[in-house]
Nanobody
Framework: VVQLVESGGGSVQPGGSLRLSCAHS????????LAWFRQAPGSEREGVAALHDDGSTYYADSVKGRFTISQDKTKVTLSLQMNNLKPEDAAMYYCAFRYGATRLPPAANQYTSWGQGTQVSVSS
């Protein structure tokens, strides 16, 4: 089981930036995906960004050009740089892991390990 712990959430004004981090336990899967999801009250959990084992990435249309997903060289920390934040970005953000070579857009039921979440608030 891959363990994940998020940090970096907080409250910012519209147009501001936050960087979320997800420390995960080491794993040796050759094929995997790491992803960021978010869930606002009353809404379904949606995939925001994903990073696959081959370095390819996915971004939801709503965050393209504003969010960047990355993994550090030691491959134990996943990050999400969020710029130009909007009120609609406010949500609980979760990082998640799945093994396998799929390159499909992230869906919550595909991922097997989850962090506890970190809250992001965007308001003036």
């Amino acid at each position: 089981v891959v363990q994940l712990v998020e940090s970096g959430g907080g409250s910012v004004q519209p147009g501001g930036s936050l960087r979320l981090s997800c420390a995960h336990s080491p794993f040796t899967y050759a094929f995997y995906s790491l992803a960021w999801f978010r869930q606002a009250p009353g809404s379904e959990r949606e995939g925001v960004a994903a990073l696959h084992d081959d370095g390819s990435t996915y971004y939801a249309d709503s965050v393209k050009g504003r969010f960047t997903i990355s993994q550090d060289k030691t491959k134990v920390t996943l990050s999400l740089q969020m710029n130009n934040l909007k009120p609609e970005d406010a949500a609980m953000y979760y990082c998640a892991f799945r093994y396998g070579a799929t390159r499909l857009p992230p869906a919550a039921n595909q991922y097997t390990s989850w962090g506890q979440g970190t809250q992001v608030s965007v308001s003036s």
